[in-house]
């Protein structure tokens, strides 16, 4: 079964940090984009970060550069969405997706290009 498993995410003091994993089963993150997205109560589903180990590739919104990095671990076949100095605004619900057409991180981080998806993972952030 082909399938992203999240862990991670929690309640942190404003300019705190957490580390997202995401780890795929039943296919190997190296041929395939991996994006991350969040979504805050009322608001779209907006993208966070994209890695392409395929193309070699990554991209982050402008809201999180400089904050966010993304790392991978091959033997786990996991990749890590890891905030730093994080903010109130960073509440959200967080998902990882698999992208099968593996387009990259070149453009924008659009939902609609991704086909299997995380279970996500409530990150809170308080003031």
């Known amino acids: 079964q082909l399938q992203l498993v999240q862990s991670g995410g929690g309640l942190v003091q404003d300019g705190g940090s957490l580390r997202l994993s995401c780890a795929a089963f039943?296919?190997?993150?190296?041929?395939?984009?991996i994006g991350w997205f969040r979504q805050a109560p009322g608001k779209e589903r907006e993208g966070v970060s994209c890695?392409?180990?395929?193309?070699?590739?990554?991209s982050y919104a402008d809201s999180v550069k400089g904050r966010f990095t993304l790392s991978r671990d091959d033997a786990m076949n996991t990749v890590f969405l890891q905030m730093n100095s994080l903010k109130p605004e960073d509440t959200a619900v967080y998902y990882c997706a698999a992208d099968w057409a593996d387009r990259g991180c070149s453009g924008s981080i659009d939902s609609k290009e991704y086909d299997v998806w995380g279970q996500g993972t409530q990150v809170t952030v308080s003031s």
């Open positions: 890695i392409s180990i395929s193309r070699d590739s990554t």
């Open positions: 039943g296919f190997s993150l190296d041929y395939y984009t």
